[in-house]
Each structure stands twice: as C-alpha cells, then as structure tokens.
Antibody
Framework: EVQLVESGGGVVQPGGSLRLSCAAS????????MHWVRQAPGKGLVWVSR????????DYADSVKGRFTVSRDNAKNTLYLQMNSLRADDTAVYYC?????????????WGQGTLVSVSS | QSALTQPASVSGSPGQSITISCTGT?????????VSWHQQHPGKAPKLIIS???NRPSGVSNRFSGSKSGNTASLTISGLQAEDEADYYC??????????FGGGTKLTVL
C-alpha cells in the first residue's frame, strides 16, 4: 500500500524556519518525481515545489522561490522541504504528493498533510 | 504563475450532469495535454479523478470525464450523486516547468 506521511509542521514566528519531511512507503520512491502542495485555511490548492527522481533538479512557485528548498533522500525514502524566512501567508496545510508523469500535476497519492502556522 | 480560472461554484440535482470549466493560457492549458482534475471532500486530501486531460485512473467512476478545447479544459460529471458534492480543482503543467492549479469549484448537489 502506497503511503506518504508528512511531519515537521508546527507554529513558527515570522522570519523563522521549519523543515518538513515526508516518509514514503509501498512504492519505489526513487522512480517518481515528488511535489509539495499547500492549502491555506479555507482556500484552494497551490503548487509549491517539485524535485526530480534523483534530486538533481527542482522547481518552485514564484511565491517561495529563494526561501524554500526541496530535496530528497532516496536511501531513506524521504522527501524534504526546508522553509526559511517564513511569512504569515505561508500558513497552510502542506501536502506531499507524487506525480504519475514526470513533473506534471497528475498527483495520484497524497499524504494527510502537516499544518504550518506562521504567527507571532 | 496566475491561477487557472474556474467558476467558484456550480450546482445540480441528483441524476443531472454538470460541467466545470478551467481556463488558462497557451503557456499552460493550451500548450500541453497535462491537465488534471482532483476532487477534495472537506477535511480530506485531494483525490485524482482525471489525468492528461481525459484519462480516468483505475477505480474512478466513468461518470467523470474530461476534455479540452484551446485554452479551456472541462470536467463533466454525469448522473450526479450526493457523494459528488465536493471541491474540484484543475491543474496544468506550464511552459515554465511548474504546475498551476485553478482556484477550485464547489459543487453542490441540490
């Protein structure tokens, strides 16, 4: 059974940092591009970032470029999102997801999400 | 990276059909066939219901269908059922190698 389990969310002050993790199981993690998608309370889905199968390539939404860094450890079957210079508008549930087709948006499995709250 | 445009809400009665539109540009919806649709029930993670414009993943009801014309993709749900009441999101691969979502559409089954 495919499982994606996020962790690392919590409350952080503006300007602070947080590192999210996503533990994958039930599939060959290294075969899939992985993504982060977020959803602010009561709002819609927003794509955040993606990383290639080997971790050598990544892309970011303009809103997080230069502040967030996505990475992966295929030996540990784990995806990461390092979030720096956090702002109030980064407050959201962050989902880890995998795409069926390279870097496209056909996300067939999702984690349960981890809540990040940026507040003073 | 402007969000794709979806109607905020649509509604229909059980048994009816509804269509949700998703409008983008030649840099996203119109330039690729990587358009997907997800369904999200309150408090739940999204579920993939359509990939690559019109492909239905295994296990998804054939009442769900997708299409595309120019810069607009569409999701049609036929034979509406109470359980279809949810939020629906389109997304597209973009020429910038990113993914952009629509703002979401709330479907109400009357």
């Amino acid at each position: 059974e495919v499982q994606l389990v996020e962790s690392g969310g919590g409350v952080v002050q503006p300007g602070g940092s947080l590192r999210l993790s996503c533990a994958a199981s039930g599939f060959t993690f290294s075969n899939y591009w992985m993504h982060w998608v977020r959803q602010a309370p009561g709002k819609g889905l927003v794509w955040v970032s993606r990383v290639t199968t080997e971790g050598s390539g990544s892309d970011y939404a303009d809103s997080v470029k230069g502040r967030f860094t996505v990475s992966r450890d295929n030996a540990k079957n784990t995806l990461y999102l390092q979030m720096n210079s956090l702002r109030a508008d980064d407050t959201a549930v962050y989902y880890c997801t995998r795409s069926l087709t390279y870097g496209s948006g056909d996300f067939d499995y999702w984690g349960q999400g981890t809540l990040v709250s940026v507040s003073s | 990276q402007s969000a794709l445009t979806q109607p905020a809400s649509v509604s229909g009665s059980p048994g009816q059909s509804i269509t949700i539109s998703c409008t983008g540009t030649t840099s996203d919806v119109g330039g690729h066939n990587y358009v997907s649709w997800h369904q999200q029930h309150p408090g739940k993670a999204p579920k993939l219901i359509i990939s690559r414009v019109s492909n239905r993943p295994s296990g998804v009801s054939n009442r769900f269908s997708g299409s595309k014309s120019g810069n607009t993709a569409s999701l049609t749900i036929s034979g509406l059922q109470a359980e279809d009441e949810a939020d629906y999101y389109c997304n597209s691969f973009t020429s910038s190698h990113t993914v952009v979502f629509g703002g979401g559409t709330k479907l109400t089954v009357l």
